[in-house]
């Protein structure tokens, strides 16, 4: 592109579109001259407070002019209202951008319309700290008082815009038979985010993280990102050794650059996303903060996530209001997200409000959490270009969230081939007739003459052959993600062994530290005794050592050696069945949020850092929050725990997407821990089940980690081996409820926490004649537990039980090793407690035929199929559960 010639600087009147329509004074009908007031400061601290909260009533917002016309019913802009009379020649004392100033009332009015009522329109009466109001008036009538676009700038916006409407064209014209999210009708996003960028930059920040959905993202790769186009066409090479990915579309594509500004370099990553709209939102929050927390200043605010969203997403998809929910939290803040919703006035083919959404604006819900909305007129450029910068300092100055919701139309169909006027003709016959920004933005750099009539076709021009020569440069690197090779199959690959045994002396030294209490802490009965428990077990290793301890060890000897953890869930301080005890409450303290020991964190000297948090009542944003976390958290653990495993299917999309898909798709490496309480206790459909089939489903290629420890020491190095482990996974575990945590043959001694290793698959433990064995049984989980005294009881001890204690990756070697030690063996019956259709039973079928012996029978042991996945009856449960064990067995019923 060639240099654009600098010409002299002017200033640009941010109501520009407004003046091309109706007058505002024909628009207003204001009433005639009223009666002198009496008290003029109050009449005139009306009038603005009117402006200040109602002005955005009268704005110009739609590009299309479907503004309403008629306002003269807006009370609160006329000046009648108070008193006053728009042509009274009096002057006002007035704190108007942000200082004291004397002006006349026909001027006060002028700059009131100018800031309120043009392009740009302020929402913020629902906020209720007066100072961040005050501070939004004071930069809101500033852009309108004294905004002074250099000619410079406004031509480098003219060259993005052109930029953003040659990229389209150019997609058009070489990849007809392509889908095409079209930014046309809103272009000015690529100025607006350029500026959000660059002012970022300005105020400090080292890391934006972005989450966008389809439409406009290969635009903002190109022209925000500086993705050269050979690259970025990449994406749509249907050549297999030329393809980025062959698991995703090339619309969801994600990358990272290192982007120079005028105040220095800034790291920008555009995160990954799959289809289903909105779910990056969490995804992009978690990477966010686990930036932030790896920042040694600990200045959050140096990392800044953005989110693009549509308009129809926005408004309707519920992960957008969870995900604006966690945004103040502890555990889950931000210091503020800047919210930009491309707000193109439709959803696929949805275009009335009515339709869309029960609010006036798609930005609505933002007012639940006291974030500001500025809503910007997109063919307003300059205006998107302000309040791009107004919103990023908002956000750096206050910590906090904002939203500005970005009016444009939407120039083709959804997806580009689609014809829009099968749905909207109306809408479209105003769009034909529309100017394009470009068009507009130029004749006004004419008209202001900034540049020629001329300088638009140069530009034009340039442009063009910018992206020509692009495209077809000569460059060797294509966009590549590293995916995982399809090995065909459902076995994984061999990991590499880790030692997960701990010496015994270094565990005992831990028990004492986790057992100390702080002076003066009134303890909790229940944590009074439990301490003792443990203070017993750290002087007799062969003491149980129940779940709850062996998880605090598991993480207290990886803290010791320097592990930071992360640990999230709702209820994870207490655990849902008094199982974990990391934060006690002085029993004696005034507040129950103050006080509060976490013997986590007192393990030893320069250990890692032990984050614990309360979650809100929210799975899907959650769970893709800590997804996320892990993206940038090194080697960090990260526990995210459902208060009962039923739960975790509000996080489907999260599962399905990102946690089971993600490396696949985009090279996303995550160790995130998922802890779902699982078990039949007869409970009923909701407390039973954590849908361990579902997750079985999803296992391919060693995408997952899918386990069901059976004992604490299990547990326990099962969560030290995810740590250690080189190749970051996925790790789901179907964990204890209530039976199996009060269970002591589930406990451990310490010498066995101390000493061993997770074992993925648990053979017979008591003394058996292999010779005579003709029947296994295999299980998982705590119905082994029933089956051991289901056995004893029937007097059938040779019958071995082998635990699967990890179901994915299978340990199809080690068990058809194991069964190949009883030559007689006939049948082999698998045992599980869930319904036929809901347990492990589907996936494993498959492979447990495939570790049998030849001539070895295979048998099912559980409960029938159920659509409800667990029965509500303590009764009835129990009579079940006999009868699996009985099946189990193989004993017929007499
Ligand atoms: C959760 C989910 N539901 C449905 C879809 C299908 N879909 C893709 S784009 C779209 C319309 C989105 O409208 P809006 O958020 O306004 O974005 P726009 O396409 O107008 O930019 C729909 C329904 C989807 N991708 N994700
Ligand atoms: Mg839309």
Redesign the pocket.
Known sequence: MPAIKTVKSATLDFSSVAKLQPSIQSRTNFAPAAKVHADLTAAVKGLMGGYRLDGWRMASLDPLHNDPSDHSSIAELDPGTYGLSADESISCSVDFAGSAKVLMLPELLNRLHASYCGTIALDCAHIRASDQQRWLYAQVEGISASAALAADDALRVLEQLVLAETFEHYQRATYPRHKQ?SLEGSESLVPLLAAAVEEAAHQGVEDIVLGM????RLNVLKNVFDLPAKQLFSLFSGDPARAAAAWDLKDHFGCSIRKHTADGDINLLLAHNP?????VSPVVCGMARALQDRKTDGFSRKVMPILV??????SA?GMVTETLNLSQTRGYGVGGTLHLI???Q???TISHPRDARSTRFCSDLARAIDAPIIHVNADDPDAAVAVARLATRYRMHFGADIVVDHVGY?RHG?FGSDDPTMTQPAMQRRIRSHRTVVRIYADKLVAYELTSGGELERVKAAASIAMIDGHAADETTMVTTSVPTRNNGQTARATKPVVTAVPLGQLQAIVHRLAAVPPGFALHAGIRKMIEDWRSVAVDADRPVDWCLAENLAYASLLANGFNIRLSGLDVGRGSFFHRYHVWHDQDADTDWQSLHVPLRHIAEGQGFFSIFESPLSEEAVVGFEYGYTLQCGRDLVVWEAQFGDFVNNAQ?IIDQYIATGEHKWGYKSGLVVLLPHGHEGGGPEHSCAYLGRFLQLCADGNLRVAMPSTASQFHHLLRRQALMEERKPLIVMTPKTWLYGHKPSYSSLRDVAQGEFRPLLCEEGDIDAAAVVRVIVTSGKVYYDLLSGRTQAGLPRVPILRLEQLYPFPADALADELRRFPRLRQVAWAQEEARNHGAWPFLREQLEGALPPGVALEYAGRPAAAPTAICNAGLHMVEQHAVVISALGITAA
Do not use: K, M, T, Y
């Open positions: 999210f959905p389809h439409r406009g289809s289903h709209l909105e779910s969203h549509g308009d129809a997403s926005f998809q491309l707000n193109n439709i959803g696929s939407r959804h999309v």
